[in-house]
């Protein structure tokens, strides 16, 4: 909340409503033992999405060479360069830091719905393989990246960034195709309904 800008009277009054808290399981007619919570905020309370907001925003600090766009728990990052091989060097530097920021941070990184795409101009017939990104499990740090088994990041011709297709040339094929689809199944069904009645 601080790097958020907020301070007294605040700040230690929401800090006071975070602590002591405790949970305990009811199954039928039978509870757990009361477990407590070290972090987090009461589930289902109104301020939990402003909680993991505030949570979220100093990842944004960590990337050096890449532009964030963030929408809830999804980042986006984005890079531009006319070297390729050197872009990809800057990114997995970012790519590291926000693998260990979300580690030190108690947040769990899906680095299999992690996905890259290169976006070029389409008059450029071929474009050169990248290095690959690795999302490096924090294990993998500890152990100075030696006998790295993590996978590489996915490369993609076509990405689904909050429901808008993105192909690597921008020509938006991909989008308007799968808008023209859904449109097909919506009008099928409806034309369907309509004959049963």
Known sequence: MAECGLGQPLNPWFSDYLRARSYRVKVGDTFSEEKQVNCGVAQGSGCEPVCYLMHLNSLCGVLRHCSAHMFADDLCTLSA???????????????????????????????????????????????????????????????????????????????????VKIDTSFSWDSHIEYVCRKLRILLENGFQNKLRS
Request: one cysteine or more; proline letters at 6%.
């Open 81 to 163: 360069s006319t070297d390729l091989a050197e872009m990809c060097r800057r990114v997995q530097e970012d790519v590291d830091a926000v693998v260990k920021w979300s580690h030190d941070n108690g947040i769990l990184l899906n680095a299999d719905k992690t996905k890259m795409i290169i976006i070029h101009s389409p008059y450029l017939r071929t474009i050169d393989n990248p290095p690959p990104l690795i999302a490096h499990s924090f294990d993998c740090f500890h152990n100075n990246k030696i006998n790295c088994t993590c996978n590489p990041i996915e490369k993609v011709n076509c990405v689904n960034y909050l429901g």
